[in-house]
């Protein structure tokens, strides 16, 4: 039982890491949905690590506000941004990405 | 280049720090005096099942009434500025058309996620959960309504009166506690019942469900008011 | 398990600390501070876990009686719950501020928002 538990917490640390990475790398030409995602990934993965350490308080509010609420803002102000870039009332350049 | 360098040199210092914490860590055999005092305490005093549940609503009250507060502020502040300066007579979006299947699923989901948002909050003394985590569903019900309809116009006083109506009951309730019991926010102010059962531990489901609608009105509003393109 | 998830928290914070400092975007910089906040709040959440215990909720497999040697510390969870809910708050006013910004130079670019600059 233990053991299953230390390999579980072991493959969400690493998926944690690895869609941390992505969420930050900013090169070869991703996009910023990818981040909000991964970023969103990174938040979901840290509520089911939390449900393992024994916290499923804690584990339930990162699932519904980190990953879910937070996310939804992300989206929201990048269809502003996208909104406004497009009906080109601003400014020239769109350079929201 | 140099900044970038900078960064790294910065992140090396941290990261030397957090090693240090890290390979010093002993993890605590027994609780410290304070888990301890609430372990024993929290089944005779509180009468709440869930720990976590008594010290957020009742030995730590006041720390969530800020915590609220700060909460409502933020959704205030968030509204205030995106309403300031806003130019009136730009360019009006055609919204995306959405699906049948949204629209169907919506109207058979979002009942229940309200139902679910309600009894996470008033579960919150017995389960995991809570007014924070309740008030949250309560959110995503809300935001699927506006992914459903964009152009909906959530009625802004409807939810400004819930909010203020439950954090105004919630300090009341907690001046009772003054009163009646032992001192603010204490949950004496009701008789504390079997532990487990769905009504007891005094006024923590009451106070809990208060939480949950005030968390659920503010990240409502904030959704609202961050999700509207148009002018009002 | 404690320790692997402190390590990845401490990393977390790392990887979020040099993305906000790296990027020049102010969303991909706001996107790096949520993930610095997780890693925060799996330290403390880790600080709190001691092996062999269970989450501290009484019921019939945890009576009130045995509590103080069957669970685990419920302090830092309670912070953790508090810290969780005032993040969303802050990376709303974040996300604002952004937009508002865009909204006067029409770009994301932190260099370009340069009236604050000395």
Redesign the interface.
């Known amino acids: 039982m233990t053991v299953l538990m230390t390999a579980m917490s072991i493959v969400f640390c690493s998926a944690m890491i690895g869609a941390a990475l992505v969420a930050i790398h900013a090169r070869n030409g991703q996009s910023l949905p990818i981040a909000i995602l991964a970023a969103g990934l990174v938040s979901l993965f840290a509520s089911v690590l939390f449900l393992i350490l024994a916290a499923p308080d804690v584990a339930m509010t990162e699932a519904a506000i980190g990953s879910g609420l937070t996310t939804f803002l992300f989206f929201f102000v990048l269809a502003r941004i996208r909104a406004s870039a497009q009906s080109g009332t601003s400014h020239s350049g769109g350079e929201y990405d | 280049m140099i900044k970038r360098f900078i960064a790294l040199l910065f992140l090396a210092g941290i990261g030397t720090i957090f090693a240090s914490l890290l390979f010093t860590y002993e993890p605590d055999t027994n609780l410290n005096l304070t888990a301890r005092y609430y372990a024993e305490h929290t089944a005779s005093d509180i009468g709440a099942a869930n720990i976590v549940t008594a010290i957020i609503v009742t030995y730590r009250g006041l720390d969530t009434l800020g915590e609220v507060t700060v909460l409502f502020l933020a959704s205030t502040i968030v509204g205030l500025v995106l309403a300031l300066g806003r130019k009136s007579g730009s360019a009006q979006r055609v919204p995306v058309p959405v699906g049948e299947l949204l629209t169907t699923g919506s109207l058979f989901l979002v009942p229940l996620i309200m139902l679910l948002g309600a009894y996470v909050f008033v579960n919150g003394h017995l389960t995991p959960g809570g007014g924070f985590q309740g008030g949250a569903i309560l959110a995503s019900g809300i935001l699927l309504m506006l992914l459903v309809d964009p152009a909906k116009r959530f009625s802004h006083s409807l939810i400004a009166t819930l909010e203020s109506f439950s954090g105004l009951s919630y300090v009341a309730l907690g001046v009772l506690g003054i009163f009646l019991a032992g001192g603010f926010l204490d949950n004496r102010i009701l008789p504390t019942g079997a532990l487990g059962s769905l009504v007891s531990a005094g006024a923590i489901p009451l106070i809990y469900t208060l939480i949950g609608l005030k968390v659920g009105a503010e990240f409502s509003s904030m959704l609202a008011s961050l999700s509207e393109t148009e002018e009002p | 398990?404690?320790?692997?998830?402190?390590?990845?928290g401490?990393?977390?914070?790392?990887?979020?600390?040099?993305?906000a400092?790296?990027?020049r975007?102010l969303?991909?910089m706001?996107?790096?501070f949520?993930?610095a906040d997780?890693g925060v709040?799996?330290v403390i959440?880790?600080?709190?876990?001691?092996?062999g215990?269970?989450?501290?909720?009484?019921?019939s497999t945890v009576s009130?009686a045995e509590?103080?040697t069957r669970?685990?510390?419920?302090?830092p969870?309670?912070l953790?719950?508090?810290a969780?809910?005032?993040?969303?708050?802050?990376?709303?006013?974040m996300?604002?501020?952004?937009?508002?910004l865009?909204?006067r130079?029409?770009?994301?670019?932190i260099a370009q928002h340069t009236e604050l600059k000395w």
């Open positions: 398990m404690a320790y692997i998830a402190m390590a990845t401490f990393l977390l914070i790392l990887i979020g600390f040099y993305g400092l790296t990027n975007n969303l991909r706001i996107i790096a949520t993930i997780t709040n799996i959440v880790a600080i709190g876990y001691m092996h215990r269970t989450a501290p909720i009484l019921d009130a509590a103080v669970i685990i510390d419920p302090v969870q309670a953790v719950l508090t969780i809910v005032i993040g969303v708050g802050v990376t709303a006013l996300l604002t501020y952004a937009y508002k865009y909204e130079k029409g770009t994301l670019d």
